[in-house]
T-cell receptor
Framework: EAGVAQSPRYKIIEKRQSVAFWCNPI?????LYWYQQILGQGPKLLIQ????????DSQLPKDRFSAERLKGVDSTLKIQPAKLEDSAVYLC??????????????FGPGTRLTVL | KNEVEQSPQNLTAQEGEFITINCSYS?????LHWLQQHPGGGIVSLFM?????KKHGRLIATINIQEKHSSLHITASHPRDSAVYIC?????????WGAGTKLIIKP
């Protein structure tokens, strides 16, 4: 079974530039998560999708971050414009649900963003 | 007070030692996850527990729902076990993450 795919693996940009990350979850997984992990900290949930609907985006800085999952499969996360404090690893994860319960999450390799 | 507390924060041990990492939480949950993160690497799910005990190779995870406590054990530890181990609990659709335990196993 193929895992969660993310691209790019690394990205270096200057502040005020824009960047986009892509995630392809495990086939059949209805739930997709984007996390931000700053060095030395645990992951912080940015947004959670159930199919193509948003379940939780309470911690997404909506003035600069946006995410979409138009067809309920792959997803993109965009930052526009980037700030220095956005330097982090952006992790995508997916999970299936059964009987309304969420199963374990499978993580992609992450995209390491450096903002100069 | 954090809803998920892990201890210890850092642990250094010699190869072969028996390792225990603890996780206490303060909310009602439907499941608890143990995850592993290697430096520079992605996150791997080790266990998802809602009761009792699970074993996978040299890893054992236990949970006591009444006491709101879980432990992750590693038997015959090896340097390749060096990683950050994270406990996360699921009270609803969200996961609440612990801060992680950084484990270093010396040869």
């Amino acid at each position: 079974e193929a895992g969660v795919a993310q691209s790019p693996r690394y990205k270096i940009i200057e502040k005020r530039q824009s960047v986009a990350f892509w995630c392809n979850p495990i086939s059949g997984h209805a739930t997709l998560y984007w996390y931000q992990q700053i060095l030395g900290q645990g992951p912080k949930l940015l947004i959670q999708f159930q199919n193509n609907g948003v379940v939780d985006d309470s911690q997404l800085p909506k003035d600069r971050f946006s995410a979409e999952r138009l067809k309920g499969v792959d997803s993109t996360l965009k930052i526009q414009p980037a700030k220095l404090e956005d330097s982090a690893v952006y992790l995508c994860a997916s999970s299936s649900t059964s009987g309304g319960a969420y199963n374990e999450q499978f993580f992609g390799p992450g995209t390491r963003l450096t903002v100069l | 007070k954090n809803e998920v507390e892990q201890s210890p924060q850092n642990l250094t041990a010699q190869e072969g030692e028996f390792i225990t990492i603890n996780c206490s939480y303060s909310v009602g949950i439907s499941a608890l996850h143990w995850l592993q993160q290697h430096p520079g690497g992605g996150i791997v799910s080790l266990f998802m527990l809602s009761s009792g005990k699970k074993k996978h190779g040299r890893l054992i995870a236990t949970i006591n729902i009444q006491e709101k406590h879980s432990s992750l054990h590693i038997t015959a530890s090896h340097p390749r076990d060096s990683a950050v181990y994270i406990c996360a609990v699921r009270p609803n659709y969200q996961l609440i993450w612990g801060a992680g335990t950084k484990l270093i196993i010396k040869p």
